[in-house]
């Protein structure tokens, strides 16, 4: 089955001129590598759920060289097939042409921004929270109390008893919510966490946005981790969103401007690496160059920044482990993130420090590869087809007969807890630095 691509051919006129303008164009040296093979279909979910030629990678290259030279308008379609896109970039691993996709569905989207007008609500919702919301810390901790408030003071347990979720259409977006903490990572900021023994590196953690209101947690355990593997741990002070999903979405301003903070805030101390526990942040941070145009300031900031960045478990499975742990009789099966495997290249490390809990069971999960629908802010913006790809991983997890998924990023974690919930599966669901920490624990004690 496919659509439009094939009848956008028919669109010409005289001299077309590029339908992008503005800045953030795709290049076409990017989209140039493209051979059009099909190599990278099957590996495609959106492909996969719809079987459209329009949602394959090939076909959106397709579409992005088709508004360039002008033949097709950036209208509806264009936008419907762009947006509808996971930016998993499952693509990119599969194609051997190294086609960067990535970059090329962040432009089209930022081209997007600039010359598409969406509906008013959708704009007025974007705008809140790409430009309202995530570059500010205050305004995340003041809308994460209100959060709090409606998931603790019974309102939540009350919205969905009665109904009032599903008849405002909003029952499926609700179960996805974060958890919010009691207490805030924020209050953290600042602090310099001594190694214990010996040190052996000094690093710097990057925290995150909503993960300080909602993975707290996950920063301890990450911090007790570091530290017990002769880490001396800052959390630099005035570090801020590292800008991942408004780059996603195509808002490259704001983007850019985070990082800008974020580079400065990094590279102002000696650090033998800045480490993350968020797959999704840490291709973003890794990324920073693409921001910038090369030759500039902050491009050369991108590139040093870029040689300290390590995704945790990459730089654990680099350091080696040195602590001792405790046994962990249990199976688990790992869940890839996108960002780590496709954005990183990463899949050995996080499997490497799994088998080094002793008694610990590592089964593979069949298409672990494969995108759990969480996709930054996808699951909010094209719900029904996350909630496909959820049901899809979720049949997968349960098939491993493991009582534990382990992944090694916050979205994912919300995504398949979530999965756990709604499917019943009886599974529970922990980042990779989580286990670390109970082993720690019990061999501590
Ligand atoms: S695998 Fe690469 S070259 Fe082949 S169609 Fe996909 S993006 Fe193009
Ligand atoms: S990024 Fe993911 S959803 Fe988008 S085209 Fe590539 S494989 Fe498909």
Not at 235 to 260: E, F, I, K, N, T
Not at 371 to 389: H, K, P
Not at 421 to 438: C, F, K, N, S
Request: overall charge positive; proline content about 5%; some cysteine.
């Amino acid at each position: 089955m496919t659509e439009p691509v094939a009848n956008v051919e028919q669109i010409s006129g005289p001299q077309p001129q590029s339908g992008f303008s503005g800045t953030d164009i795709p290049a076409y040296d990017d989209y140039a590598h493209c051979v059009h093979c099909g190599l990278c279909l099957n590996q495609c979910p959106t492909y996969k759920l719809w079987g459209l030629e329009a949602d394959s990678p090939r076909g959106r290259i397709r579409q992005i060289v088709l508004v360039d030279q002008g033949r097709l308008p950036l209208g509806d379609s264009f936008v419907k097939h762009i947006d509808r896109c996971l930016d998993c970039r499952a693509c990119e691993t599969a194609c051997p042409s190294g086609v960067e996709y990535g970059k090329l569905v962040e432009s089209a989207r930022a081209q997007i921004e600039q010359n598409y007008r969406r509906p008013f609500f959708s704009r007025l919702s974007r705008d809140f929270v790409f430009r309202g919301l995530l570059p500010h810390p205050q305004r995340i901790a003041a809308l994460a109390r209100l959060l709090c408030f409606y998931q603790r003071s019974g309102l939540q347990s009350f919205a969905r008893a009665t109904g009032i979720l599903r008849l405002l259409g909003l029952a499926d977006r609700e179960k996805l919510l974060p958890p919010i903490d009691r207490k805030f990572f924020f209050s953290q900021l600042g602090t310099t966490y001594p190694a214990l023994g010996p040190r052996r590196a000094r690093v710097a953690l990057f925290a995150g946005c909503v993960a300080q209101v909602s993975f707290s947690a996950l920063h301890e355990a990450t911090i007790r981790v570091l530290t017990a593997n002769g880490c001396e741990v800052v959390v630099p002070a005035r570090q801020v969103c590292c800008g991942a999903l408004a780059a996603h979405a195509g808002v490259r301003d704001v983007a850019r401007s985070l990082a800008r903070i974020n580079l400065d805030v990094f590279l102002a101390d000696e650090f033998d690496a800045v480490v993350t526990n968020a797959a999704g942040c840490g291709s973003t941070l890794k990324e920073y160059e693409h921001l910038f145009p090369p030759g500039t300031l902050e491009h050369g900031k991108a590139r040093d920044f870029r040689k300290k960045m390590r995704d945790v478990t990459e730089f654990l499975a680099e350091l080696g482990l040195s602590a001792n742990l405790s046994a962990q009789p249990m199976r688990v099966t790992y869940q890839d993130s996108c960002h780590l495997l496709h954005g990183q290249k990463i899949r050995e490390a996080p499997r490497k420090l799994l088998r080094a809990i002793p008694g610990l069971e590592l089964v593979e999960m069949n298409m672990a590869d494969y995108c759990c629908g969480s996709a930054g802010s996808y699951n909010i913006t094209e719900t029904q087809a996350s909630l496909a790809l959820l049901a899809e991983k979720m049949k997968h997890a349960r098939a491993t007969h493991a009582p534990v998924i382990v992944t090694a990023n916050p979205g994912c974690l919300l995504q398949m807890r979530a999965g756990a919930e709604i499917y019943a599966t009886g599974q529970e669901v922990v980042h990779v630095m989580e286990l670390l920490d109970r082993a720690l624990a019990k061999a501590n004690s």
